[in-house]
């Protein structure tokens, strides 16, 4: 959860609003207009397991850019 942490701090404009030893909900803004993706990460213990959801807070397509930051978190973390 400690390197999760770490990889998540170290991207641009990224602040982390809920922090709990198994959880973070981390706001991610958009470098040219601002706007804001909601990510949420749940470390499953016993698995070694980090579920990830990520979505566009307007609910219009991202064109890929919280799938793509998900995969660039995943390849930090491996």
């Known amino acids: 959860m400690a390197k999760l942490k770490q990889t998540i701090v170290a ?4 602040k ?3 922090e709990t030893e198994d959880y973070l909900y981390v706001e991610f803004a958009n470098k ?9 990460f749940y ?3 016993d698995s070694s397991v980090i579920q990830v ?3 566009s807070r ?3 397509p991202d064109l890929g850019a919280n799938r793509n930051r998900s995969e660039a978190i995943r390849q930090k973390l491996t």
């Open 11 to 14: 991207l641009p404009r990224t």
């Open 16 to 18: 982390i609003i809920t």
């Open 32 to 40: 040219l207009i601002g706007f804001v993706d909601d990510a949420e």
């Open 43 to 45: 470390f499953e213990p």
């Open 53 to 55: 959801q990520s979505a």
């Open 58 to 60: 307007l609910g219009q």
